[in-house]
């Protein structure tokens, strides 16, 4: 017994405690890397999946509110991070300034400003007044610093929000329902935003607040619409702005402020505020808030001899990835139960791939949670949420990708999940019709679907649908597999296939054979595009797999594809590969059509559908290849500048792909293993919540040594270019010798099918 | 044009005010009627169609909240009327009563009960507090006496609502999401009560309060779940249930209270008190709301030598009809617009037939602003609702009924609607499957009776949905052909022949031929149903044109008919009665048919699919043995007492079904005309919207004098059995001559029909 404690001990201080550093982590996180250019970051304070998201907003377009040079309009509490189309969120906006209440708009042009993980500053230009902010998870925290104690003046507006637009119900603009504020106290102020549509044309959802100040409020002015009422201490909600200039006393020139946010009630808010901030202490709240990311970043440690660039782009990576969804538990306003509930999966299509995995790395009981809240919202709202945001799905873009998720969480062994209720919830994505808005969640074209075994081109988006569903399809299989339900399996087994039905056999484009092609209900291919509604006007375009665009008079998510060419979603087959390869002409045929791939720039790093295609190249024995394609790829679109980022991040997607590629791995999510290709770490080590270590150790890696020679797992030869995640759970030491030169490791024993067709 | 003026003016006395009589209408309602047994009515004082309704309730289980003879629980604020199935609301609970502040549980029993509009009082039996109520549209007024001004206690219960059930997620049931409450100030306390579920499954709903006390609070507890907080003068949102007991000071035995509701935020609660109830006059409240009745009552003057009982149930059915739907306008949580707001259509499938065309006989300007509101759902929530409640569409029963409201308005010229936006929505209904749930909203089975021309039995309801969707496309046609868009009513006015299409030729049941009977997919016609999904067995029943059960494991509403039997639905085609007839075998076996559905009590007075039935007698030319149907029918059916209405009231639909009938006249909505049958009034007078009044009257009318010998329009001869909406519209006067034999008036000239086929 004895000995037995002590060998343990010994293996756990070789495995872990050695390399073990004491230096933390978190300060290499550079919350701007992505925040200008196409990432859209969120770039203010935020715990890990935290509710509260505080940050400049820079006028109503923006959509992480912040944008570098302009007038900054005040500070809302809730963001969203890395998202395209319409803005969500930028409720509760605060600004401090000096002078008289007599002004709604106190916006200003800013200096110094400093950002850091949980941690903003600024400079108003205008009134000199130092804004900070940190944050809890439901509570935001300020500290002002004014030029001086005598003119303290603030601004609290209950009616901005982000993506406002002056047409009512234009598509993905937020749009206002109503407002309230009150002066409860000489230090405290509540109300609420009550906002609809944005990004997911959600319905509305309201944001409660409590405000409370150390100073006390000596002269107030509130306004309902446009016009100001000096003295009057509130304003209730007729479905018009509303917000207030509060006059601060005391004898300090500094100010904090604890702004309480709900989903419930501004009372709840105010209790959120009592458990969380009970002091007034703003570095007691930022180290909180610190060892919070700290305790996460710590659970993947890399060689603490890397370049300040490297620890910046791994550790940014992971923050980037668990911003989101939000941990909204306690905060339902929908329904009450014993479940976690999570909101702002935005959306799964964009983090299926990458963050959902890189979670269940870290911490696979934070998965548990997420998975658990899919299912919760299945149960209470019919249908599983592709995206959803502000307590409603209300989007999908192409598959129903929370498919993807439960299978994954599935084959990784994560426990504390009904899993019946699972394959209950994908079942009903696959058979039953969303109908209405068939955008809003499940599977839009269904019934086309199943009847023809292909999304016809009459239904929007018909390319990526039957590709995504295919492998939804595939995903639950799997699952039904697993459970034992045979015939369920065998369905959905055979539909995994149904992508071939979109495959063009003959179609050759720039050398490569074989696309992913429009059809028509009648099963007719479509070389020029049929698109309007005109009876009379017969309007065409024609197709090829480069198209991008839709026409003039179609919305750009409408075409044959969401976001993507044929190029590229003709090689987003996670599930067939081999058959892929087989029907492209087989292996060199293949490579060819991965070279033309990425050298005539058909590749966009910045868009989900192609995140597996680097790593296509192991399925024809050569990952080396795929480790080559890798680092030019990271070499030329990722960088810790603030357009670090190459595409939007949405909510951490590319950063979790880069933060993967680090560290030498690559998942197939819904499927249980990893590709391996050629750290850019020379170590990587996982303390797992099983409490196994598992360590990744690339020797002899440089700038030259960027191949791998061999491998070993364990001390033992491992000639294959993939892991399963059961390896890396059971703990261990998985060990490349790098080179300078490409050699045959890993270039005959293939990833594995989960699955059998 | 002197002389012109001093014609009207002639005409306008001669008309109007020589019947014109001082005497007030408002005092014959007696809310008690239909109260108990299957009415279901509210029986607490409401505005037209207000928005809050202060009732009893005797725990938690009616649908009214109110019981006799049980205790009483407490008051809540908000009810719907006579409605069956799940419960819905019963939020804000308040009870006064004596003694220290201990119990949760104030319930008593009660003395001296007392009912009339507008006006509710009881003596509770345990604390002898005399409870007096009335209101105005959005704040309910009490008035309590206690025995002494030293002990008056009072609950405020943020959590209680009707219909509770111990099981989560149980159909139907209302299910508790959160709740709050807050002393403001001794006179003043707010929160809210947030539910979901219900009869329409919907999504949660918030109702906020603030209440007013006349008299300071000096002592209280406040209760979170079981446990009771004393001198805790705050309970926020924790997903449980709140209230308040208080010790109330002052030196007088009487108490006032008023409590503001809304659905926005306490403050608009407040707001609506001080906008309505700027004092704490108890009589100047109940004057305004009886004025308010008054004011419409007055619309349709009925013979002032009626007997108290014909004025009773006459203003009665006017009452009941006006309760529901609720005018919500300005409190709406989920869009702003300047658009009405209307909420708890509880459902258009009970309304649509007699309570919609009788709003519009009372106040066209009324009925364009609930089409309006409907057109305004469709527009934020995607569909137009059939039951909508609690801010949710959320239960369909068979057809997609709004559209024969929207025809309804169109055919009957009123004027502010935008029918082109009225046709877009309908055509919603019938081309865009609801998907997910389908019973929600839309037209459920919608992809199989486009296809088929049917729904098949293999969807529940299969047996009403299509002969609803026949009739509701009937309904599309009319709007269409008014609109001149050709192609849509030629699709429509095909489609609306696909009852036909489960119409069994050769099925003779009880003497009579053909009957709306189920069919498969395949085109089977089934004498046995298959029914349940257990893969071994295949349990069968026999299906008969009186089948009205479902098997043990169905639902009650997923038979082949939504309440009610084939015998009841072959019979309700109100767009081709001649083609039923004719498909009857003739005039003679369809008399046969009727008096064999009449007389073996196949006939349910209480289900609204057998409304229109008794007139059917019109159509063979013997009105005479409609209007005696009709007698035999209210003489059974309808009195004066608590059990006065046949079943559940439907939100007036029983009501205004007899409204109609006492006075001869009776609609077929969507059409233009309304059929003409005997009065059981001597005369009626409309006081029309237009300023132009028309008048009914039955000369000789008496107990024995029960057939209309003859007519005349304006004077002149009028031979048919029907009248269109335009002459009532015109004004002028209708005499009926009666006589004590049946004669051949109205025997040749058949009710039109709109549209050709």
Redesign the interface.
């Known amino acids: 017994m004895k000995y037995q404690f002590l060998s343990l001990l010994l293996s756990a201080t070789l495995l872990g405690s050695t390399v073990k550093s004491q230096e933390k982590h978190f300060p290499f996180v550079d919350p701007m890397i992505g925040s200008e250019g196409l990432g859209r970051v969120f770039i203010g304070p935020a715990y890990p999946f935290g509710m509260v998201k505080p940050s400049p907003d820079c006028g109503s377009g923006p959509n992480s509110g912040w944008l570098p040079d302009v007038p900054v309009t005040g500070f809302s509490q809730l963001h969203v991070s890395g998202t395209g189309g319409g803005p969500k969120y930028g409720n509760i906006l605060v600004m401090p300034f000096t002078g008289p209440l007599d002004l709604q708009d106190q916006s200003s042009l800013r200096e110094n400003e400093t950002v850091k993980l949980g941690y903003y500053s600024v400079i108003l230009k205008k009134s000199q007044v130092k804004t900070e902010i940190t944050t809890a998870d439901k509570v935001s925290f300020y500290q002002f610093s004014y030029p001086s104690a005598e003119n303290k003046s603030l601004k609290i507006d209950a009616g901005f929000f982000l993506g406002e637009q002056p047409v ?2 234009s598509r993905e603009a937020q ?4 407002s ?1 504020i ?1 002066l409860v106290s000489p230090t405290e102020i509540r109300g ?1 935003s ?1 906002i ?1 549509g944005g990004w997911n044309n959600g ?2 959802y ?1 944001v409660y607040f409590y405000a409370v100040l150390d100073q006390p409020v000596t002269g107030y002015a509130s306004w309902k619409g446009t016009h100001l009422y000096p003295g009057a201490s ?1 304003q ?4 018009k702005k509303t917000g207030m200039l509060l006059k601060l006393g005391g004898n300090t020139a500094a100010v904090h402020m604890k702004i309480g946010i709900s989903f ?2 501004s ?2 808010a ?2 959120n505020i009592e458990e969380e901030i009970p002091h007034w202490d703003f570095d007691k709240v930022l180290n909180q808030l610190q060892d919070k990311w700290e305790t996460l970043f710590s659970r993947i440690e890399i060689d603490p001899t890397s370049s300040v660039t490297e620890k910046a782009l791994f550790y940014t990576g992971l923050y980037h990835t668990m911003l989101m969804p939000v941990n909204r538990t ?1 905060e339902n ?5 014993d479940q976690p509930y999570y909101d702002d999966f935005y959306t799964l299509w964009d983090t299926f791939r990458t963050s959902n995995p890189l979670i269940t790395l870290i911490s696979p009981k934070r998965e548990v949670e997420i998975v658990n809240a899919l299912l919760d919202i299945y ?1 209470h709202d ?2 599983l949420p592709d995206g959803r945001s502000g307590n409603a799905n209300g989007r999908t873009q192409g598959g129903s990708h929370a498919e993807t998720v439960i299978a994954d969480a599935y084959v990784k062994g994560l426990k504390g999940i009904d899993y019946e209720m699972g394959l209950e919830a994908m079942l009903k994505d696959a058979t ?7 955008e809003q ?2 599977r839009g074209g269904l ?1 086309e679907y199943n009847r023809l075994g292909y999304v016809p081109f009459s239904v929007v988006r018909s390319g990526n649908r039957t590709v995504d569903y295919a492998y939804n399809d595939y995903n639950i299989a799997t699952l039904a597999k697993g459970l034992n339900h045979q015939k369920t399996y065998e369905r959905f087994i055979a539909q995994s296939g149904n992508w071939k039905n979109l495959w063009r056999d003959d179609y050759v484009h720039e050398g490569a054979r074989g696309f992913i092609m429009p059809k028509n209900e009648a099963g007719k291919w479509l070389d020029s595009i049929p698109y309007g509604k005109s009876e009379r006007q017969h309007p065409t375009y024609i197709y090829t797999p480069l198209t991008h665009e839709t026409p003039w008079y179609a919305c750009h998510w409408c075409g044959f594809f969401y976001e993507g060419t044929s190029w590229e979603y003709s090689l987003s087959i996670p599930h067939e590969i081999p058959v892929l390869i087989q029907k492209s002409g087989g292996n060199e045929a293949f490579r060819m059509r991965l070279d033309t791939f990425f050298d005539k720039h058909f590749f966009n790093v910045a868009n989900e559908p192609s995140f597996l295609v680097p790593t296509l190249y192991h399925w024809i024995g050569r990952p080396d290849l795929s480790s080559q394609r890798i680092r030019q790829i990271i070499a030329a679109s990722y960088n810790t500048g603030h357009r670090g980022l190459p595409g939007n991040d949405d909510s951490g997607a590319m950063s979790s792909w880069l933060a993967f590629h680090l560290m030498g791995l690559y998942p197939n999510a819904g499927q249980n293993y990893y590709l391996l290709n050629s750290p850019l770490l020379k170590q990587t080590i996982f303390h797992q919540e099983n409490g196994k270590d598992f360590k990744i150790v690339a020797h002899g890696l440089s700038a030259q040594h960027v191949y791998i020679k061999s491998a070993t797992l364990n001390g033992r030869n491992f000639n294959q270019a993939w892991i399963s995640h059961d390896d890396i759970l059971k703990g261990g030491e998985l060990v490349f010798e790098m080179d300078s030169q490409p050699s045959t490791w890993g270039n005959t024993i293939l990833p594995p099918l989960s699955l059998k067709q």
């Open positions: 009512p119900d749009q206002f329902v109503g309230e009150e609420y009550r609809r319905r509305a309201t509130t209730f909600d007729s479905g419930l009630s009372l709840k105010k209790a306690g306003p929908l329904w009450t139960d149960k019919g249908f039953v019709a969303p109908g209405g808005n068939e969640e499940g019934t």
